[in-house]
Nanobody
């Protein structure tokens, strides 16, 4: 059984940096695409970033491109979301998700992700 647990959220000021971690429990981590989504109050959940199993298969939402960096460590079953230059608009609950697929690539479509964490709150004050 796969479980995902996010950590690292908190309250920061605009311009600060924060790194979120996603701990994957279960087998076959390297065969999953890993994504990060977020949901702000009163808004739908949206795609933030993702990595496929194949090196170099990485994608970002336009709103975070150049500020956020997604990574994974297959030896530790971990994914990370490094967030720099945080803005109040980045305030949301951040979720990691895992998609077991054979393509080696990732998708931005949340309904295709099989497993989800419970989320971690990120609040950016102005």
């Amino acid at each position: 059984q796969v479980q995902l647990v996010e950590s690292g959220g908190g309250l920061v000021q605009a311009g600060d940096s924060l790194t979120l971690s996603c701990t994957f429990s279960g087998s076959g981590f390297s065969r999953f695409a890993i994504a990060w989504f977020r949901q702000a109050p009163g808004k739908d959940r949206e795609f933030v970033a993702a990595m496929g199993q194949i090196e170099g298969r990485i994608g970002y939402a336009d709103a975070v491109k150049g500020r956020f960096t997604v990574s994974r460590d297959n030896t530790k079953n971990m994914s990370y979301l490094q967030m720099n230059g945080l803005e109040p608009e980045d305030t949301a609950v951040y979720f990691c998700a895992a998609d077991f697929n054979g393509s080696g690539d990732f998708t931005r479509l949340e309904y295709l992700y099989d497993y989800w964490g419970q989320g971690t709150q990120v609040t950016v004050s102005s």
